[in-house]
């Protein structure tokens, strides 16, 4: 047993390139991952050494793994432990390296001559490669992936744990761009591997997400690279070869920690036309909070007080701070509309529909007078939604969480799908 900052050690589980897999007697189903302070290219024909790197590469993982999980995708990532490792969810590691791609580079222009670096796909560009290092780990179709017919942790590897790894690695690679993009930064490319969690036998994004895991090109700019490519490209290892090296690695761990930080203050204001749409309002209050933005409830009647109606929006007006109005009302909606016709920032209609006038009552919600551009959703949840994409053009920490979301209902009913075709068998 090894004793590490309060934790027994286990046994050494795992050993590769730059990282080491620990148990954790102490904590059942979980594993210590420690980095280590070597560099290596080309499957270890180059390696060298770099003071400070597990600490780098640590702290990359853990800002990467944190702004995924919350955003909803699930990953096998628990807590950073220390500088140099983290604490993970055990898993049985499934031995694809899935790439993707958004800009044409490396090793796919090689293998597909003719292509021109630089070249944009829109989509992504997918591609999977079998962990073999003795072969120099070749790319693999998904029909040869099916035919390995993999049994990992309990899970079989089939059609539909291919495809939830896919979108998997799409939605991943997508929240990722949008979060680089914010400090002017091109995700290029990305590779990432899959787990299947021992315990509660998911596929979960597994291993690490560091500056070996992808290339960032500021501003576009290729000459600029800050990733591994830097040390492949050297032509010889040298002392201040190693530093530029470094430094590298410790700028984009720097800026990795401003991913997790919102770029836009929002808000969401909720005018209902009496206290008795509360529970309606609060339910459109809880589905904004899921998604990371404040929302706040007002009375207000447009029939009976406009002028306090007109003095509320302009409160909300006259800070600057981007604000979405839902207008909740009943029977005839005033709301919606006097806002509408009366400010440039946008107004959904939210009304809540009584079974008994709900069907005559919705269409003061709908038809509008001209020059009036108001939505109108029935639902507090798509209410709610609606707002997060308004605000996720520009805050991508929201953005993520909407491109989760949808990712996480796909898998639903992708694995509703395939346990339902079993039971018919």
């Avoid at 969810?89 to 899935?98: K, S, V």
């Avoid at 069907?359 to 001209?370: C, E």
Wanted: glycine share 6%.
């Amino acid at each position: 047993m090894i004793y590490c900052l309060y934790f027994i050690l286990g046994d050494k589980l795992n050993e590769g390139k730059t990282k080491q897999i620990f148990a954790l007697p102490d904590e059942p189903g979980h594993v210590l991952v420690q980095s280590k302070d070597q560099i290596t290219a080309g499957n270890a024909a180059r390696k060298d050494q770099m003071e400070g790197k597990a600490a780098i590469s640590n702290k990359t993982t853990s800002c990467v793994f944190t702004l995924l999980q919350q955003a909803g995708i699930k990953t096998a990532f628990v807590r950073q432990h220390s500088d140099t490792a983290f604490v993970a969810d055990h898993c049985e590691m499934i031995p694809i390296e899935w790439v993707c791609r958004r800009i044409a580079t490396g090793s796919f222009l090689k293998r597909n001559p003719g292509v021109k670096e630089g070249y944009r796909f829109s989509p992504v560009k997918m591609e999977m490669f079998f962990k073999d290092d003795a072969n120099n780990d070749p790319q693999w179709s998904e029909e040869q992936l099916l035919a390995a017919s993999f049994d990992l942790a309990g899970l079989h590897i089939g059609r539909c744990e291919v495809d939830i790894m896919n979108r998997s690695t799409v939605a991943i690679f997508e929240v990722l761009e949008k979060a680089w993009a914010t400090q002017n930064c091109t995700l290029v490319d990305m590779k990432i591997e899959f787990g299947v969690n021992v315990t509660t036998k998911e596929i979960v994004l597994a291993d690490v997400i560091d500056n070996d895991s992808w290339r960032l090109w500021p501003a576009g700019d290729r000459s600029q690279q800050k990733d591994k490519q830097v040390y492949r490209d050297l032509k010889e290892v040298t002392p201040e070869a190693m530093q530029m090296v470094k430094r590298n690695f410790e700028w984009v761990a720097e800026r990795v920690t401003l991913l997790l930080e919102s770029q836009v203050s929002g808000r969401v204001v909720v005018l209902m036309g009496s206290t008795s749409d509360m529970a309606h309002s609060e339910k459109i209050r809880k589905a904004c909070s899921s998604h990371g933005i404040p929302c706040f409830l007002r009375v207000t009647s447009a029939h009976k007080g406009p002028d306090e109606t007109l003095r509320i929006k302009a409160e909300y007006e006259g800070d600057d701070v981007p604000t979405v109005f839902v207008a909740v009302a009943g029977r005839s909606n005033g709301l919606g509309p006097v806002l509408s016709g009366n400010t440039a920032y946008p107004v959904v209609n939210c009304p809540p529909i009584t079974p008994d006038w709900g069907a005559q009552d919705v269409w003061s919600s709908l038809r509008m007078p001209s020059g009036l551009g108001c939505t109108t959703v029935l639902s507090p949840d798509a209410a709610a939604q609606f707002c997060a994409q308004i605000f996720g053009l520009k805050d991508h920490l929201i953005w993520a969480k909407l491109r989760a979301s949808m990712l996480n209902t796909w898998i639903s009913l992708k694995q509703a799908d395939q346990k339902l075709q079993a039971c018919s068998l």
